[in-house]
């Protein structure tokens, strides 16, 4: 039996393997065209577009990270003459100060002002138990009335020359004396309401309701006028000649 194997002519070979280089030629050129010109150009102008605003942003931190500029004031420069200052240290002095003292004796039964307050003169500040020099003052003043109607009585016996000029000296001196008891006590009683001297501050008070005070006890409060005020200070020797002149001393 024989087989008859079909053999291929050199002919087709050659058309074979002279067409498959031909092949792989044209799918080069089609992989190079998927990339066209313009997605070149584009990718260059956002890479461009990124550094730019990159340097921008770094441009700013720089910016912000410098201090700001400071405000400077100018001025034109003149000759012309000017005050002379000294600067010393001092203490401030109150104009005036005063230690109210109480001047009867007696018990504080009332307080009318706070610690540290601004006070004018004749402003209330304490006020001492008046019933004991009331009451002195109404015995002195109905021994004043007694004396004064002996006294009239006097002057009438005396008028008809019935009394010697000594009773009638003694009446006289009798009323004088009461009328002078009468306003002492007057004066006492006026004491037991404390006022303040002067215009000015009150500092701390140094007693309070219920204590017992009189002429012989420490101040009640200090007062200080601040209106107007000293200064206290002390001028160095290379100064003094020019404090003297500007002051006229």
Not at 139 to 158: F, S
Not at 170 to 198: F, G, H, R, W
Not at 230 to 241: G, K, M, R, S
Request: glycine share 4%; charged share 25%.
């Amino acid at each position: 039996m024989k087989l008859n194997t079909p053999v291929s002519s050199p002919k087709t070979l050659d058309r074979r393997t002279s067409q498959r280089p031909q092949f792989q030629m044209k799918r080069t050129r089609t992989a190079n065209q998927r990339v066209p010109k313009w997605a070149y150009l584009l990718f260059i102008i956002l890479a461009a577009f990124v550094c730019y605003r990159i340097f921008q942003h770094r441009a700013s931190e720089v910016k912000a990270a410098q201090p700001p500029g400071r405000p400077v004031t100018a001025a034109k420069a003149i000759t012309k003459d000017v005050p002379i200052y000294l600067d010393e240290i001092g203490t401030c002095a109150a104009y005036e100060t005063v230690q109210v003292q109480a001047q009867v004796s007696g018990k504080i039964i009332e307080r009318l002002f706070q610690d540290g307050s601004d006070v004018k003169k004749e402003d209330p500040l304490f006020t001492i138990d008046p019933r004991p020099y009331q009451a002195a003052l109404d015995q002195a003043k109905a021994q004043a009335a007694l004396d004064q109607v002996t006294l009239k009585r006097q002057e009438d016996l005396r008028a008809r020359k019935v009394i010697a000029q000594q009773d009638y000296d003694t009446a006289v001196a009798n009323a004088q004396k009461s009328q002078a008891a009468a306003e002492a006590a007057q004066v006492n009683l006026d004491y037991c309401y404390i006022k303040s001297p002067i215009n000015g501050r009150v500092g701390l008070r140094n007693v309070d309701v219920g204590n017992l005070v009189g002429p012989s006890t420490p101040p009640l409060v200090t007062i200080q006028g601040l209106d107007p005020i000293y200064t206290d200070f002390t001028v160095a020797e290379n100064d003094l000649p020019l404090v003297r002149k500007y002051l006229g001393g």
